[in-house]
Structures are given as structure tokens and as C-alpha cells.
């Protein structure tokens, strides 16, 4: 069982910065594969970025060079660093954790972003 929790998330002007946590408690592996999704309303939820086992970040195409994810091992930490904000960039954020091939969910953070 895996229990996440999220921070950092709020309302910002356009081109703003934020930057999400998720602290991550439980029965955890290296292996894990971190990473956060987003769903706006009316739409579906989608990957933003993850962490590869080994490792690699991906992320979404809408979001590459702006945002930045990254972990800190010791304290079981991801988080996104979300630069140069759009309006189309608000939605609510959820930390995501696959453990051999289980999926679990933070409840989500808010960003909204006012033009």
C-alpha cells in the first residue's frame, strides 16, 4: 500500500511558477515509476510527466522545456516544477505511483492559472 500526499498547488498569473510535492509513505521500491497526471474539467486525465525506473523523465508534449520533474530519494519525494504557466495548464494535479503495476493516487492538487 502506497499513501500519497500533495502539496503546492494554488492559483498563479500566466507565465507564474509553482512546484507540486508529493510525499509518498508505505511499502515503497526503487523500481517505482513516479509521476503526475492532470485533468481538467470536462477532459480527461492525462500523463504530464514521470519517472522511468531508471531513472528518465518523460513528459507531455505541452509541457517540455516549461516543466521539470524530479525526486529526492530519502525523503520518498516527486515533485513538478511548473514554469512559464498557461491558462490551459489549469486543472487538477495528481501524484501518481505504479508499483509493479498498481496504480495509486494522491487526491489532487488544484492550479489554476488566471490569464
Known amino acids: 500500500q502506497v499513501r500519497l500526499e500533495e502539496s503546492g498547488g494554488g492559483l498563479v498569473q500566466a507565465g507564474g511558477s509553482l512546484r507540486l510535492s508529493c510525499a509518498a509513505s508505505g511499502i515503497l521500491f526503487e523500481t517505482d515509476v513516479r509521476g503526475w497526471y492532470r485533468q481538467a474539467p470536462g477532459k480527461q486525465r492525462e500523463l504530464v510527466a514521470n519517472?522511468?525506473?531508471?531513472?528518465?523523465?518523460n513528459y507531455a508534449d505541452s509541457v517540455k522545456g516549461r516543466f521539470t520533474i524530479s525526486r529526492d530519494n530519502p525523503k520518498n519525494t516527486v515533485y513538478l516544477q511548473m514554469n512559464s504557466l498557461k491558462p490551459e495548464d489549469a486543472a487538477v494535479y495528481y501524484c501518481n505511483w505504479n508499483q509493479h503495476g498498481i496504480d495509486y493516487w494522491g487526491e489532487g492538487t488544484p492550479v489554476a492559472v488566471s490569464s
Open positions: 519517472l522511468s525506473t531508471g531513472g528518465s523523465a
